[in-house]
């Protein structure tokens, strides 16, 4: 079972940054697809980003520009830079790790983090 822990969220004013971190187990981190998907009340979860282990990145459209995922593999990390926050990227953010290469279905995903919250204030 892998094991994935979020860090890093928190409360945030319109416009400004923060930056997630997921650790993971080393043993499961290798080769594996990390991503990035958020679910805000009332809503469906949704793919935010993700990372393959070549590096090679993928994100969801209303992110594009503003976020930034990465991983470090000697530390068996990913992180996601979010800058310039608004207040529709409220949510709680999820790390998540599949065999293979990203993809944006949250059920092709068998291992998940507890969650992190990000309120963005107006």
């Known amino acids: 079972q892998v094991q994935l822990v979020e860090s890093g969220g928190g409360l945030v004013q319109a416009g400004g940054s923060l930056r997630l971190s997921c650790a993971a187990s080393r043993r499961t981190f290798s080769g594996s697809a990390m991503a990035w998907f958020r679910q805000a009340p009332g809503k469906e979860r949704e793919f935010v980003a993700g990372i393959n282990w070549s590096g090679g990145t993928s994100y969801a459209d209303s992110v594009k520009g503003r976020f930034t995922i990465s991983r470090t593999n000697a530390k068996s990390t990913v992180y996601l830079q979010m800058n310039s926050l608004e207040p529709e990227d409220t949510a709680v953010y999820y790390c998540?790790?599949?065999?293979?290469?990203?993809?944006?279905?949250?059920?092709?995903?068998?291992?998940w983090g507890q969650g992190t919250q990000v309120t963005v204030s107006s």
């Open positions: 998540a790790a599949r065999s293979g290469v990203v993809t944006t279905n949250k059920y092709e995903y068998a291992n």
